[in-house]
DNA sequence: CTTTCAGCCTGACGGC
DNA sequence: TGCCGTCAGGCTGAAA
């Protein structure tokens, strides 16, 4: 009775764009759901993501239990008896909890289904995102970096790793073999408040401002967690919008704009294939 | 080895 | 009003 009392409040966990803090936020929602019910169902209406859903996956995973629900960088590991569910959510994914009887929306293309009565839906418009099945380790977390909130994530590190390349600084923090979870959000507003330009070559920036730049990815990405949480809350009670739209961002989406420091003309540049957005006097 | 780039996909948006 | 081109973005694997 009290689940369905809850699920009646329709807990939504999604994201615009998910990146670490919104993959964070969503681990947090469903965990709580999902952790040791046993799987009743796996519908896949569109097995058509990144990659296609692995063949046979709902055979595979029904009956079993989950034991564990975890991330790594933007993945969603959900852990089972035997084998795991490795899910990204891609540039447009989200994840809610709710019930069978709620309607399928445009998009809705996965439905986990579990023993409490409550459903895990997987709505993704761009179809970037992936469920993978593996009975062993998966491959796409192998050769991952550490995770930026971790201790072993530093500027000492990020110098050593850097040291005779030339790639820009923006591409090399966000490169998952650098450091996993920094995407271009997060990495243009790292780089403001370090006052680091994006273009600047990676092998050419002393330890000191390293140590800087991995300090403010650490806040930067702690802060939008400390909002997912609060927007969680929110969600709970059937309000709000997703976690990043209520962050301050200084420099991310304002090219022309004016900095938020020095009131000057922010500039845009193109690294990598994506727009980045700086202030050419606060960042050197 | 490092670096670059096409491709995957849909919705939003601007120009005509 | 609708059509068409462009852009957005994480990640992979192939090419340079």
Redesign the pocket.
Same mark, same amino acid.
């Given at each position: 009775m009290t689940i369905f009392y809850k699920l009646a409040t329709l807990m939504y966990v999604s994201s615009y764009?998910p990146?670490l803090p919104e993959v964070e936020t969503t681990l947090k929602g469903i965990k709580p759901w999902i952790l040791g019910q046993q799987i009743t169902g796996l519908i896949i209406r569109q097995a058509?993501l @990144?990659w296609p859903v692995t063949d046979g996956m709902s055979a595979l995973v029904k009956n079993q239990t989950v034991v564990d629900v975890s991330r790594r /960088?933007?993945y969603l590991i959900v852990q089972l008896n035997h084998g795991s569910l490795l899910i &990204?959510l $891609?540039?447009?994914g989200s994840l809610r909890i709710t019930e069978v009887s709620t309607p399928w929306r445009? &998009?809705d293309h996965i439905e986990l289904q579990l023993s409490n009565g409550a459903v895990l839906r997987y709505h993704d +418009? @761009? =179809?970037?995102g992936s469920w993978l099945w593996s009975e062993e380790d998966h491959q796409?977390l192998s050769h991952l970096g550490p995770e930026p909130l971790s201790d072993n994530f530093d500027g000492a590190r990020l110098w050593h790793i850097a040291k005779g =390349?030339? !790639? /820009?600084v923006k +591409?090399f923090i966000?490169d *998952?073999k650098v450091v996993v979870g920094v995407? *271009? !959000?997060y990495a243009s507003e790292a780089l403001f408040r370090s006052g680091i330009r994006p273009d600047r070559s990676a092998g050419r920036i002393s330890q000191k401002r390293f140590d800087c730049l991995a300090g403010h990815i650490k806040v930067v990405l702690a802060e939008a967690i400390e909002q997912g949480g609060t927007t969680l809350r929110d969600f709970v009670n059937s309000q709000g919008d997703p976690g990043y739209f209520q962050q301050t961002l200084d420099v991310?989406g304002r090219a022309g704009q004016a900095c938020n420091d020095c009131s000057g003309v922010l500039k845009e540049c193109r690294l $990598?294939? @994506?727009?980045s957005v700086f202030c050419p006097v606060c960042q050197r």
């Open positions: 764009m990146e058509s @990144r /960088a933007k &990204h $891609g540039m447009s445009k &998009h +418009p @761009r =179809r970037f796409q =390349r030339k !790639i /820009a +591409p966000m *998952n995407g *271009n !959000i991310y $990598g294939q @994506r727009s």
